[in-house]
């Protein structure tokens, strides 16, 4: 299924969970924000969402500096 990832398009496999979509793109949840449809989720939703077609998720690392 087709899917949005931060603006570019991106193929998933049917019921992907927003962790496993996390995994393959080799990113943390603990150092992300993520929005789907425009809505920020918690990290009880991001653990138990699973993604549908067309579903548009922008990913947010926070980036530590000194």
Known sequence: MKIIVNGQPQQAEKNTSIVALLQTLSL?????VI???RQILTSEEI???KLQADDQLEIIHFVGGG
Not at 28 to 32: A, I, M, S, V
Request: hydrophobic share 35%; glycine share 0%.
């Open 28 to 32: 943390n949840p603990r150092q992300l």
């Open 35 to 37: 929005e789907l449809n």
């Open 47 to 49: 653990a138990n969402i």
